[in-house]
Nanobody, 121 residues
Framework: QVQLVESGGGLVQAGGSLRLSCAASGSIFSVKAMGWYRQAPGKQRELVATITSGGSTNYADSVKGRFTISRDNAKNTVSLQMNSLKPEDTAVYYC???????????????WGQGTQVTVSS
């Protein structure tokens, strides 16, 4: 079984910073892309940032220059440093990973349970 566990959400004032972390655990043979998505009330889940095992990154236009994604391949962790936060960044943030389980034969998509980020104006 593979699990993704997020931490680091919370309440912050506009202009502040938060750091989200996610750890993948369980029977893992390999991890390809990892990323962060978010879902605001009444809206669809959207991509925030992704990072490949080689370190290539991709960001939503709305967070470019403010958010930084990073990962530790040895520990199967991914982090999201969020600076200059805005009220419109308020959402539940979900960790995502493309994982080949130790017991499997193909990569599967896994999601964390989500962590709330609230930015007050």
């Amino acid at each position: 079984q593979v699990q993704l566990v997020e931490s680091g959400g919370g309440l912050v004032q506009a202009g502040g910073s938060l750091r989200l972390s996610c750890a993948a655990s369980g029977s893992i043979f390999s991890v390809k892309a990892m990323g962060w998505y978010r879902q605001a009330p009444g809206k669809q889940r959207e991509l925030v940032a992704t990072i490949t095992s080689g370190g290539s990154t991709n960001y939503a236009d709305s967070v470019k220059g403010r958010f930084t994604i990073s990962r530790d391949n040895a520990k199967n962790t991914v982090s999201l440093q969020m600076n200059s936060l805005k009220p419109e960044d308020t959402a539940v943030y979900y960790c995502n990973a493309d994982v080949l389980p130790g017991y499997g034969f193909r990569f599967n998509d896994y999601w964390g349970q989500g962590t709330q980020v609230t930015v007050s104006s």
